[in-house]
C-alpha cells in the first residue's frame, strides 16, 4: 500500500491507541489465570492480534461480551495439553519472547513459528537458556522456527539482559506461574528497565509476587492464593503509538491528546521529556496531554532504555534548528528493520541528513523535502515519514504503509481526523 501525505497544518483530539505492551502482557497473564479476566480497552492490532491467537491455542477461551475481552483459562501447566501444538507469533517479537518460557510449561512438544522480519532476528538466548531450565528445544540456527518441549523447571539462574529485556518478561511470567519456594533470577546488563517495570506491575494486579532488587536480582516467590476468581484489568494508551501523533502536533499544528497515563510505567513516556528539551509547547491536564508548534531547538537524549522513540525523534529532530544527537543505536538492529540504517536512508532521501557515530545517531534539523520512501515493512518508520511529511516541502509517498498494522492500524485514520491531507 502507498500513502502519500502531504504538508498540514492541523487540529483537534485523538484518543490514544491501546498499548499492545500491556495488552500482550495482560493476554499472557489472563492465559496463566484460573479463572476469567475482562480486558477493557483491548487492542486490535497485528502484534495483539497474534497475542490473542497463540493464548487460544494454549487453551484459553476468547469472546468479547458488550465491547469488552474475556477470556477464560483453567490455567497452564505440564499437564494443559495433549498431543503437540503450534504456535505463530506473526511479527511480535514480544509475543516470541514472553509466550515461548510460557509454553515450556507444558510438557507437550510445541512448535513456534513467526512471520516476516521475526525469522530473522535472533534467538539464541534460548539455545543457552533453555537446557539449564530442563526444557528441551531446537532452533534453526539460533532463529526460528523453534521445537520445544517442556515444562520448564524454575531454578535460580543468571541471564543476560543487554539484547531485550523481553526475554526476562516471559522468565518472569513462566517463574512466577511455577514456582513452589523463592527463586532468584540474576540480569547482567538489562536494557530498556521501565518495560520490566510494566511487566511487574501486570503481574501484580494478577496475585505474583516478584521483589525487584535494583533491576539486578527479581526474587520470585510463589503466587498469592487468594487471588480473585475474575480479574479486571484495563489495556493503558499507548505512549509509543501517541509519540508520533504528539510530534506532529510540535511540528505542525495543535494536537490533544486523551487515554494517556501520566504515570505510567511504559519506556516511551519519555517522549515527553524529549519535546520539553525541543521547546514544544506543552500543556498537560488530569484528562488531556495538548502539544502545539513552537519554535523547535536541538536536543539530545539518551534513547537506550526506549529504543522505539528512535523513529517519532529524528522526524521531531528534522524540524529542530541546528544538530540533534541521540544515543544508543546499538539497540536498532534486531528490530522491524535495521532502523538506525533505515532512518539514514529515509531521511536523506527527504534531504534531512543523518550520521550514524559510535552509538549515536546525529541529525542535522532543515528544510524537509518531497520524496518516495519505502517503511521497508517497519511500522514505526512508516509512522514517522509520515508526521516528517506535515512540514515538509511538499508531498511524501510511503510505499508499505500498511506495516502500520503491526501495531497502530488507525494510524492514517487518526491523522486525517486531525486535518492531514493526501
Known amino acids: 500500500m502507498i500513502i502519500k501525505i502531504s504538508p498540514s497544518n492541523i487540529d483537534g483530539t485523538i484518543a490514544a491507541p491501546a498499548s499492545k505492551s500491556s495488552m500482550q502482557r495482560a493476554c ?8 476469567i479476566t475482562h480486558i477493557h480497552n483491548a487492542g486490535t492490532s497485528n502484534d495483539d492480534k497474534a497475542a490473542l491467537s497463540i493464548i487460544k491455542q494454549l487453551g484459553a477461551d476468547i469472546v468479547y461480551v458488550n465491547g469488552i475481552l474475556q477470556i477464560t483459562s483453567t490455567g497452564f501447566n505440564a499437564n494443559s495439553i495433549n498431543g503437540d501444538r503450534a504456535i505463530n507469533c506473526g511479527e511480535s517479537g514480544l509475543s516470541i519472547r514472553m509466550f515461548s518460557p510460557i509454553a515450556a510449561l507444558c510438557a ?27 526444557i528441551q528445544i531446537k532452533s534453526t540456527n539460533g532463529k526460528l522456527p523453534l521445537q520445544i518441549k517442556g515444562p520448564l523447571q524454575p531454578k535460580d539462574i543468571t541471564i543476560d539482559g543487554s539484547l ?92 490533544k491528546l486523551t487515554g494517556l497515563n501520566v504515570n505510567s510505567t511504559q519506556a516511551d513516556k519519555a517522549i515527553m521529556e524529549v519535546l520539553k528539551l525541543s521547546g514544544a509547547r506543552i500543556h498537560v491536564t488530569n484528562t488531556v496531554i495538548e502539544i502545539g508548534n513552537a519554535p523547535l531547538k536541538a536536543f539530545h537524549f539518551d534513547a537506550t532504555d526506549c529504543p522505539d522513540l528512535f523513529p517519532p525523534m529524528a522526524a521531531l529532530a528534522a524540524y529542530c534548528k541546528g544538530t540533534s544527537t541521540i544515543k544508543g543505536i546499538h539497540r536498532l538492529a534486531a528490530k522491524e528493520s535495521d532502523r538506525a540504517l533505515t532512518l539514514k536512508d529515509i531521511f536523506g532521501k527527504m534531504g534531512i541528513n543523518i550520521l550514524l557515530q559510535n552509538d549515536e545517531m546525529i541529525i542535522e534539523g532543515g528544510l524537509v523535502q518531497p520524496a518516495e520512501v519505502s517503511s521497508h515493512h517497519d511500522h514505526r518508520i512508516a509512522m514517522a515519514a509520515a508526521v516528517a511529511a506535515l512540514g515538509a516541502q511538499g508531498a511524501i509517498a510511503i510505499s508499505e504503509a500498511d506495516a502500520i498494522n503491526k501495531s497502530y492500524p488507525a494510524f492514517f485514520e487518526d491523522l486525517k481526523q486531525l486535518g492531514v491531507s493526501s
Open 164 to 255: 531485550s529485556s523481553q526475554f526476562l518478561t516471559g522468565l518472569l511470567f513462566a517463574f512466577g506461574d511455577a514456582v513452589t519456594e523463592k527463586v532468584t533470577i540474576t540480569v547482567i546488563d538489562l536494557k530498556s528497565s521501565p518495560y520490566i517495570d510494566l511487566t511487574l506491575d501486570v503481574m501484580k494486579q494478577f496475585g505474583y509476587n516478584v521483589e525487584n532488587v535494583g533491576y539486578k536480582q527479581f526474587i520470585i516467590s510463589p503466587k498469592n492464593s487468594n487471588v480473585n476468581n475474575t480479574i479486571e484489568y484495563t489495556v493503558e494508551g499507548d505512549w509509543s503509538g501517541a509519540s508520533f501523533l504528539l510530534v506532529a502536533g510540535a511540528i505542525a499544528g495543535n494536537v
Open 28 to 35: 499472557a497473564a489472563a492465559l496463566l489465570h484460573n479463572g
Open 108 to 134: 507437550a512438544n510445541i512448535h513456534i513459528k513467526g512471520e516476516g522480519s521475526l525469522q530473522r532476528r535472533p534467538m539464541d538466548f534460548f539455545d543457552e537458556i533453555f537446557p539449564q531450565l530442563g
